[in-house]
């Protein structure tokens, strides 16, 4: 049972989840190491991530250590149709995801994973995980690993409400994910999804970067490389004095928003750009969204003020204001990263579906003496993840010394 948009494109998704895999040595070294005893024999998941080449080759892994896996879409707009179709027809996995579901459909394809009684969920944002504890489906749940930093805060402020029925790995939380993915991959692809979707130019521009995390890091760090003059908002103010002293200016969104050519939200909070910001945004400025959910943007006050709203490119829709100013917003303000792109590179979700391929095999190994809380992945798990990347880009690096181990030394000894 599976619902995707068209079988007959599963060729096309064959080859492309194939280019992926050459890309992700990492997990290649963990199927391997595992695949002797199936480690994940009769074990369910439901997984619900971005269904793209990437995630196919995480499910290919869960799969060939024995797991039944359900996938379905953690955003209505990611999903690559071709890989959901060739995962049913090459790989035997049961998917129910297209690109463009409605909201009600999102959630009956999550429903659908979770009436397979899974033993472990895989999120990313926490929908599935709300939805299993709001419908009574995480009595057959041992746990729950979660991708991102927007899920994980959801999940801890359940473990703090006292609600959270089953423990879960905050796979976001190892440095090996969030250094990498969050940084480098959405800083690359960020920018990728800007660049394919309006194909403008970054050199010379004002590019305004809201949030300085992790994601926002990389935004700003990558619109520098290529030549742009980056702005960074933010509310918390030691996240605003490290971007000043990383050499961005630092300003009031009312202030950033008048000088602004791209706009580009990464905060995980609702409404970075609304009605006061939209009265004087700058003729032509171009906002997108690099945060989980498409809440950054606040697209209501923005149709409540226009006077027309016309698509003007796939994936672009202009704005026109009463005083003649146009706004242009990308995606629908949905992730523009995996909406107008393809998502993270596969290098890079290599580190991340590493850690969440162990996260599932340490589920499976310690559930029994774990309680309903959020837990990060073990360092030591962390750390072989970051050494089997190296191993497989032929860098070696140095050993601690005698003395460096026994920590005995003193000054001038
Ligand atoms: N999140 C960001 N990029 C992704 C990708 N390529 N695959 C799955 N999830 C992602």
């Known amino acids: 049972m599976s619902k995707v948009r068209d079988l007959e494109l599963a060729p096309s998704g ?35 991530l971005h269904v793209t080449t990437e995630t196919a080759n995480l499910i290919i892994t869960l799969k060939e250590l024995g797991a039944k896996v359900r996938l379905c879409a953690s955003n209505p707009l990611s999903t690559q149709d071709d890989v959901a179709a060739a995962l049913v027809k090459y790989y035997g996995v049961e998917v129910f995801a297209m690109r463009g579901e409605s909201s009600q459909e999102y959630y009956e394809n999550l429903r659908a994973c979770l009436e397979f009684e899974p ?49 879960i790995i905050a796979v976001n939380d190892s440095r090996t994910k969030y250094l990498f993915d969050n940084r480098y991959g959405t800083g690359q692809s960020t920018v990728d999804g800007i660049m394919r979707v309006t194909n403008v130019l970054f050199a010379g521009k004002v590019v305004v970067v809201a949030g300085y995390g992790w994601v926002g890091r990389g935004v700003a760090m990558r619109s520098k490389g290529l030549g742009a003059r980056v702005i960074v908002t933010e509310i918390d103010p030691i996240k605003a004095l490290e971007a000043l002293h990383d050499g961005y200016d630092v300003l009031p969104m009312t202030e950033a928003i008048k000088r602004a050519n791209i706009v580009i939200t990464a905060t995980g909070e609702p409404d970075v750009v609304r009605a006061e910001h939209f009265k004087v945004a700058n003729d032509g400025v171009i906002l997108a969204n690099a945060g989980h959910f498409n809440v950054e943007i606040n697209l209501t006050d923005l149709k409540s003020m226009a006077l027309e709203i016309r698509e003007v490119r796939p994936n672009v829709v202009e704005y026109l204001l009463k005083d003649g100013r146009k706004v242009y917003v990308l995606c629908e303000g949905r992730l523009v990263n995996l909406c107008g792109a393809e998502g993270h590179p596969a290098e890079v979700m290599d580190l991340s579906f590493s850690n969440q391929a162990l996260a599932v095999l340490y589920l499976k190994e310690n559930h029994d003496r774990l309680k309903p809380s959020v837990y990060t992945l073990p360092e030591a798990i962390d750390e072989s993840v970051a050494e089997r990347k190296l191993t497989t880009m032929g860098i070696r690096i140095d050993e601690p010394s005698e003395r460096q181990l026994r920590r005995t030394w003193k000054e001038g000894t």
């Not at 890309?23 to 369910?44: A, F, G, N, Q, W």
């Not at 746990?143 to 801890?156: A, I």
Request: charged fraction near 30%; hydrophobic fraction near 35%.
């Open 14 to 48: 064959k080859k492309r989840i194939e280019w992926a895999a050459r890309r992700m040595p990492v997990l290649k070294t963990i199927r391997e190491d595992y695949l002797h005893d199936s480690p994940l024999r009769c074990i369910r998941v439901a997984a619900c």
């Open 119 to 167: 033993h472990i969920t895989m999120d990313d944002g926490g929908d599935l995980t709300v939805l299993a504890h709001e419908e009574g489906f995480w009595k057959s749940i041992w746990g729950g690993t979660e991708e991102t930093t927007t899920g994980v805060k959801r999940l801890r402020q359940m473990e703090w409400e006292g609600v959270l029925k089953y423990p």
